[in-house]
């Protein structure tokens, strides 16, 4: 009950009360006693008029703060309108405007380097490798990207002809890679320029710091790694599983003759990447043309296989034809176990014998200690690794080699390797080389 509501209820009692007294009643309430309910009434109206002037006043107030809320909705809202439209203009102008790029946050450096000492059996131990091999990425946008390798190679001056040293030392610097990579959709991918050929699975994940032996399986020599042309290559997804097939479908100039000249008999798997300038002869007749088609099929987490067939063909120096065959294989079990491998046949026309086939093969396999679960961190930190490989030059020289190394991961990307070979040269004693030797070499992946 409001306090308006209560003294109005006891102003009427007392208005009824007085009424409703007897005459001898009224007659007999002396002055002073009227006087003081006089009184009483005079301030309870008081206090009424006074009630409804500060309700009065509550209600003015009332209105005012309704006033002042309505005013400060309207100016809220008209920020946020004003706010909304000064960022549609902005992002309007935005996208008007030619996007800035930094190339900083673009640009990316990666690569590896390496430094190797060795000793062959009969010769004098010696570092015998320094090497810095940077790849340098590039992302233009979402679906534009540009990579390029080098290969920076610190080695004694020697004599090209007779491999003799002739004081001091030299750098090499040499080309890898440069191709220019558009992703077209999900599944397919553009590369052109001087691109990596898949032909086998080594040049692509296994060659420099990825490598777990200091040196390559002798059989990759029969192969080119790059060549001058254009790529398309990517992957399906098959079911649900993380199943994949993937390809490549690709054309590039294809091998040339080691002095470049359409006549000679001595091929240069990586001595073509086109004439001087546009019209220029070409020395191959037609260009080469290759692809490779493989399956990854992971059953759980860790455990995979994935099976490879890659092949090439097209002419060298003229009208002799150059053909390749590789299939190459990958097994991991568990993360500790893996296998792999490759077998390459190569089919070479020679206008002085015939048709010949350089072949070879390659497997390896690795097994790090980690997975025998001992509190032994030395231990736990390094990795056994054994291959064989045997090539076949067919010219008269094959050599079968046997390799046994290790890994010590320093950290996961500083890894010193090293290893023993032990080597038997049929024929011919194939390139010089020994009859075993050991390796040790430092590699540094970025």
Not at 23 to 49: G, I, P
Not at 74 to 86: E, G, H, K, Q, R
Not at 383 to 401: F, H, I, K, P
Request: glycine share 10%; proline share 4%.
């Amino acid at each position: 009950m409001s306090k308006q509501t209560r003294f109005l209820s006891s102003a009427a009692a007392c208005f009824i009360l007085g009424i409703a007294l007897p005459q001898a009643a009224s007659a007999a309430v002396s002055d002073d006693a009227f006087n003081a309910l006089k009184s009483t009434v005079d301030q309870m109206s008081q206090q009424m008029q006074d009630l409804q002037k500060t309700h009065q006043q509550d209600q003015e107030q009332i209105q005012q703060l309704q006033q002042q809320l309505n005013t400060t909705q309207n100016l809220a809202t008209n920020a946020v309108d004003l706010a909304t439209s000064a960022g549609q203009k902005a992002d309007a102008a935005a996208a008007q405007a030619a996007p800035v790029r930094s190339a900083l946050h673009n640009f990316t450096m990666v690569g590896d380097a390496e430094v190797q000492y060795g000793q062959a059996k009969g010769q004098n131990g010696t570092f015998s490798l320094a090497d810095f091999a940077p790849i340098f990425l590039y992302r233009a946008n979402d679906s534009i990207l540009f990579e390029a390798g080098f290969d920076v190679t610190l080695q004694n001056n020697t004599d090209p002809t007779t491999g003799n040293i002739n004081g001091g030392y030299s750098t090499s610097v040499n080309l890898s890679f440069a191709q220019l990579d558009y992703l077209v959709n999900d599944y397919v991918t553009f590369v052109g320029g001087y691109i990596i050929q898949p032909l086998g699975n080594y040049n692509e994940r296994v060659a420099g710091w990825l490598n777990k032996m200091p040196d390559n399986p002798l059989a990759v020599d029969f192969l080119p790694g790059a060549g001058a042309g254009v790529e398309l290559r990517g992957g399906l997804p098959v079911g649900e599983g993380g199943q994949q097939v993937t390809y490549a479908v690709y054309g590039v100039n294809g091998p040339s003759s080691t002095d470049g000249t359409a006549d000679a008999t001595s091929l240069d798997l990586g001595g073509n990447v086109g004439g001087d300038s546009v019209g220029s002869p070409n020395l191959n007749r037609n260009p080469s043309g290759g692809g490779r088609i493989g399956w990854f099929y992971p059953w759980q987490a860790h455990y995979d296989v994935e099976f490879d067939v890659s092949g090439q063909s097209g002419t060298w120096s003229g009208n002799f034809l150059w053909s390749a065959l590789v299939m190459d294989a990958a097994v991991h079990l568990g993360p500790n176990v893996e296998v792999k491998g490759e077998y390459i046949n190569t089919w070479e026309q020679t206008d002085n014998a015939g048709t010949i086939q350089p072949n070879g093969w390659w497997v390896q396999g690795s097994y790090k200690l980690a997975g025998l679960d001992l509190d032994a961190p030395i231990i736990n930190d390094l990795e056994l690794v054994e291959r064989y490989d045997t090539a076949n030059d067919a010219n008269g020289s094959s050599t079968d080699r046997f390799t046994t190394g290790f890994l010590y991961y320093i950290t996961n990307t500083l890894w010193l390797e090293g290893d023993y070979e032990w080597l038997k040269n049929h024929g011919l004693n194939a390139n010089g080389l020994p009859a075993s030797q050991f390796i040790v070499q430092l590699s540094y992946g970025f």
